[in-house]
Each structure stands twice: as structure tokens, then as C-alpha cells.
């Protein structure tokens, strides 16, 4: 049986719910990411297994899958290496909040490789971000690793680590709504010396299937959040379910930002209405200019980072050090500090001029 004939069957399994063997299903997911076959076969597999709901096991699968293709690295920085990255589809348009809590929690002296993609159903994605403020999408891995060592903060771009990746980017593109590659690519930083992680869930239902994935990785402690409101963030404008994992076990709680004394904000306060108000927004943030509301969910967000970054036990203490960060400039000397070693200043100093964010 060919590849293209492999995928086929699992994806008619899948579609009639036929129980799969281990084998067959790596396999397909190994065809899919390795072999040429036509779009409309991928895009099936994908829809089918989007469909059928995603189990632990078969997360698993395609996390070894995509591993296995992808470009690793080694950091060994002189401080903890993290990561918070949602798994998108929230359909919600917020702007970049994970992006701009990631240049947070590096100002806070908590090194964060961040790994992400242009967005597939959003208005902008952290590569969107990065690319417009000047970071070069470019760059060598080498030149990556190494800003990540020199300022504590670095993006890993999803398609220059994954290759596998290159082949159904224009696929899931053209389809147009989340798939399983949502969910499963923040589970699969290319730093093999992540320590702690933040994962945010725009689907509630796996929460489960990913926390159980993540107890049984490398990573040493992962939180994964979903809010009521169905954003993939620690949000303010409702409570959340948050789930602690850790090689000691896992512990399920609800979150309200009122018990930490966040004023709770609308939906409308937090959304972009386009890619350039969305890299507004989250410059302001950095900068120390936003609405308080933008301001909140960023900083919430940056708590759950420190906390898996072991510089903070508490939500509370995350939000007064991630707050200090901000207030003190260090976040917006820390996005400047990025791209003057790996991208270029004058596309930044435009846009500062342009959102009126200059010194």
C-alpha cells in the first residue's frame, strides 16, 4: 500500500469511527508530514481527524512525528528556558496577548523562547508581530539561539524549525479554521531545555488529552488555561480553568480575576478590529501606555509565565512582578534589545513613531 493509500484509510477510519492500530496512525501522520501527495488528501486527513475529536494518544503520535522532523537546539542559558504559546482558533480577535506577555516575562529577567507561526484563522500571529516590529523571520537558527542566550528572549519560527510544517501551511491556510496542528504545535518547542510552559486551550475539551501529554514530556512544569469566554489566555473578562501539571502530579482549579483584584473587562476591550491595531495594541502594552484592560490580560498572562519559570509562586506575585516590569520600562528596552541583535531598529522606530510611543 502507497502512502497516499495509507492516509486515505485512516482517514476513511477515521471519518467511520473504525478503531486504529498505533502503527497505522503513525504511519499516515508520518505520510503526511514526509511524503508529496495532493492537498486534498492532507486536507481530509486533517479535517476527518479534527472531526473525530483528538485523543491523548493520537497528540502524542504526531508530537513524536513532528519531533522527530524538526530542527533542535540546545540553548543551555544561564537561566530557565519557557514558553507560552496558545493553540489559536478562539475566533475571538484579541491582539497579541501571549506575544506581548512573552517580551514581559523576559524583561523580568526569565528567558523565553518563543515559538509560533503566522496565524491560520486569526488577524495576526506571533510571527505577524514579530515580522512587522522588525525581527528577521530569517534569521539562522544559529543567530536565533543566540539572542535567545545573549537577552534572554528569542522567536522560534514554527516553519524555519518544523519543515514539516512547510508542507501543509498553505493547506491549512486555505482551510480556513483550526485543526489539530493547532493544538498540537505548542506542544512541540524546538528548545530541547524548555523547563516550564504556558499553554493556553481555545477548547475546553482538550484540556484533558493535553495536560496528559504534557505530564508524560520532558518539560518539567506546564500550565494550561481555558477561559470562559473561550479565549485560549488567562483572561479578565471572565474566570478560567486552569491546570497545574508537574512531575509530582496535576492540579485543576478555577481562576477569577477578581480574587487578585483585576477589574473584569468586556470582550470588546481586549479585541483588534486588524492586523495593524493588533501590533498597536500590543506595543502599547509593552511600552507601558494601554488601557488598563489590555494592560490586565497581559500581565495575568505574564504571572502564569513566571510561575512555570519558578520566578514566582503565585499568580499575585506574577501580576506585581510583571506589572514592575512594564511600569519600569524594562519591557519595552527588552523588545529593543531583540531586535537590535536579530532584526532591524529602524522598522521598530517607525512604528514607535507612528503609534506615538517614542521616548
Sequence with gaps: MSSEDVVRSVTSKLVYKIDLKDEEFYKA?????????????????????????????????????????????????????????????DMINTFNISTASAIVTASAECSVAKHGNRS???????????????????????????????????????????????????????????????????????CTDITGQVIGVSDIGLLGPLSAVMFDSEV???????????????????????????????REYRFSPKSVNIQLATPRDIQATSMDDSVKYTMQVIYGVAGSAKEDIVILNSSLALMVGDKVDTIKEGIEMARSAVRSGAAKAKIRELIDLCGNRDKLEHLEKIYDLTD
Design 120 to 190: 491560520a484563522s486569526g488577524l495576526c500571529g506571533s510571527a505577524d508581530f514579530f515580522e512587522r516590529i522588525g525581527f528577521n523571520l530569517d534569521s539562522s537558527v544559529d543567530d536565533v539561539v543566540n539572542c535567545l542566550r545573549k537577552t534572554g528572549l528569542s522567536f522560534f519560527y514554527a516553519p524555519k524549525f518544523h519543515p514539516a510544517l512547510r508542507r501543509v501551511s498553505s493547506i491549512r491556510k486555505q482551510m480556513g479554521f483550526k485543526t489539530v496542528l493547532n493544538f498540537v504545535g505548542p506542544l512541540c518547542n524546538p
Design 29 to 89: 501522520v508520518n505520510s503526511v508530514f514526509t511524503v508529496d501527495m495532493p492537498d486534498a488528501v492532507i486536507a481530509s486527513f486533517l479535517t476527518a481527524l479534527t472531526t473525530a475529536g483528538i485523543t491523548k494518544r493520537e497528540l502524542k503520535i504526531i508530537r513524536k512525528v513532528l519531533r522527530q522532523e524538526s530542527v533542535s537546539v540546545f540553548a543551555d542559558t544561564s537561566t530557565p528556558i519557557i514558553d507560552n504559546c496558545g493553540t489559536g482558533g
Design 220 to 250: 518539567d512544569h506546564i500550565i494550561l488555561v481555558h477561559s470562559d469566554d473561550g479565549l485560549d489566555e488567562l483572561s479578565n473578562t471572565s474566570e478560567s480553568t486552569i491546570i497545574d501539571v508537574k512531575k509530582s502530579g496535576c
